[in-house]
């Protein structure tokens, strides 16, 4: 996994710094410029174009990855191919347009009656979501080249942009429909600088030539494949995003509000595998291509064990201070009604992770079909209990469906990759590295709080993340984990000693 982990470290610089910045947002800047309902309402409008993109991209995406090595080397047959996939996603987000403006009526009428979101958020939702699949091919054709530092640093530019528009909203140089038009904008920008990022790398020449695609002998295969990706897409979206759409118009904004919020630290502790996912696609497509199993089984455990040993660092380090957290929000009280959502669903994120890349390596290989039917069990769960649970429980009944959908949905490709390829991600190190991070928490737990939050929050995070990040570099829990932390201390010394030089 060596190329996986520098390439995927290389990016969680960008990536961390706009974690960073997400923090001071979701923590600070938007619980005190907007009201919970508001805040709901803006994550429903980018979270529910994001639900919207697998539907968009049938597929195209998980196409660009697994058919990329096999065009790359003939100028032509790229061009055809990058030919191919844009002017199938084109169709696709016309189909979409049209559809939308068949029911404008009614779509509108369903998310107005009672659930808080306006005419102008639905319209600022369709817009983004027409460009979210262009953004996501291109991101997908950046890691085929194994560049995806500049992909995730432009991707957390958002988390700059949306905080500026909010501001400008509370000193009343926006309304807030302005505000949801202005985010419409800020995509169509992030499109534009995406597309000169991606011809730079690589020239991007297109030739549509429908006619010739049926021709190719791939074609149909590629066609299969990404009838079976759109199905694995949708069913996933269905699996982790349905949830957004379903408290949004049961609840209300201000539910999603609560949820949304909490599913931003969810997310926040997901960030190294997604990393990791975004650059091990391609590499797990190229190790079937040469069927190299061991090459899959490393990808497999390492994937499971770095992320694992990050994600529990990150949530035990978050949790130690969590009610400090609230003490010093604006709304803190309000927000802290989510407190079991926010611990339900970092769970649920810390299992999919410690699973590894189970789901990739399922995708690339010759039993990608099996995932239907995996993505079909999680789905029926999540929905119906979704429906079930929701309209009793509220937003804590959401975070329970997902938990037990997430937890069937890895144990089914779990013991069918075991059984197929006779590989799995667990070492005794994975349970070290929980007993570690379960053992440092009690232990700091203990020590006396002082009465300031802030001086909590600082000290007691500080206190685990030295201890624990310290002891597992120390006694070697994960091989990736330390040639990562040995070679950014060898560049810092290597830069102090240039700058003490000059």
Not at 428 to 435: K, Q
Not at 438 to 461: C, E, H, K, M, Q
């Amino acid at each position: 996994m060596g190329l996986v982990a520098r390439q995927s470290f290389k990016a969680a610089i960008a990536t961390y710094l706009g974690l960073g910045m997400g923090v001071l947002n979701n923590l600070f800047i938007y619980p005190f410029m907007l009201s919970v309902e508001q805040y709901g309402e803006l994550q429903f409008v980018i979270q529910t174009a994001s639900f919207f993109t697998p539907f968009l991209l049938f597929g195209l995406g998980a196409v660009i990855t697994k058919y990329y090595p096999v065009f790359k080397e003939n100028v032509d047959s790229k061009a055809r191919f990058h030919g191919l996939i844009l002017g199938a996603a084109t169709v696709n987000v016309l189909i979409f347009l049209a559809l939308f403006l068949l029911f404008r009526e009614k779509v509108l009428g369903y998310y107005q009656d009672g659930s808080g979101v306006s005419e102008t958020a639905v319209y600022a939702l369709i817009g983004i979501s027409i460009i979210l699949p262009y953004i996501n091919l291109s991101r997908k054709y950046n890691a085929n080249l194994g560049k995806i530092a500049i992909p995730s640093f432009l991707v957390q530019l958002l988390k700059f942009a949306l905080p500026l528009l909010v501001v400008l909203y509370y000193y009343d140089l926006l309304s807030f429909e302005e505000l949801l038009l202005a985010l419409f904008v800020y995509y169509i920008f992030l499109l534009l600088i995406f597309f000169l990022y991606s011809n730079r790398q690589e020239k991007i020449s297109l030739k549509l030539q429908p006619s010739s695609w049926s021709k190719d002998q791939h074609f149909k295969a590629m066609m299969a494949f990404a009838g079976f990706s759109v199905l694995s897409g949708i069913g996933g979206t269905l699996t982790n995003q349905i949830d957004i759409l379903m408290i949004t118009s049961m609840k209300g904004t201000y539910q999603n509000g609560l949820y949304a919020w909490s599913l931003f630290i969810a997310n926040a502790i997901a960030v190294p595998f997604t990393l990791i996912a975004s650059i091990g696609v391609p590499v797990i497509a190229q190790y079937w291509k040469s069927k190299d199993l061991g090459g899959l089984s490393r990808i497999y455990r390492q994937s499971s064990e770095v992320s694992l040993l990050i994600s529990l660092g990150v949530f035990f380090g978050f949790w130690l201070v969590v009610k400090d957290i609230f003490a010093i929000m604006p709304k803190g009280d309000e927000y802290m009604l989510g407190i079991n959502v926010v611990w339900m669903l970092c769970l649920a994120k810390i299992i999919d992770m410690a699973s590894g890349l189970n789901n990739e390596i399922l995708s690339m290989s010759s039993k990608y079909k099996v995932l239907l039917w995996f993505l079909l069990t999680a789905v029926v769960l999540n929905v119906g209990l979704n429906y079930l649970l929701i309209p009793k429980y509220g937003i804590e009944g959401s975070s329970v469906a997902t938990i037990v959908a997430i937890v069937c949905y890895n144990l089914m490709k779990l013991v069918y990759i075991k059984k197929q390829f006779n590989i799995q991600p667990f070492r005794w190190n994975a349970l070290w590295i929980v007993l570690l991070a379960g053992g440092l928490f009690l232990a700091v737990d203990l020590i006396p709080r002082t009465d300031t939050s802030a001086l909590n929050i600082v000290l007691y995070s500080s206190i685990f993340g030295f201890l624990y990040f310290g002891l597992a570099y120390g006694v070697k829990l994960s091989a990736d984990f330390n040639e990562f932390a040995l070679a950014q201390w060898t560049a810092l010394r290597s830069r102090n000693k240039r700058d003490g030089g000059s």
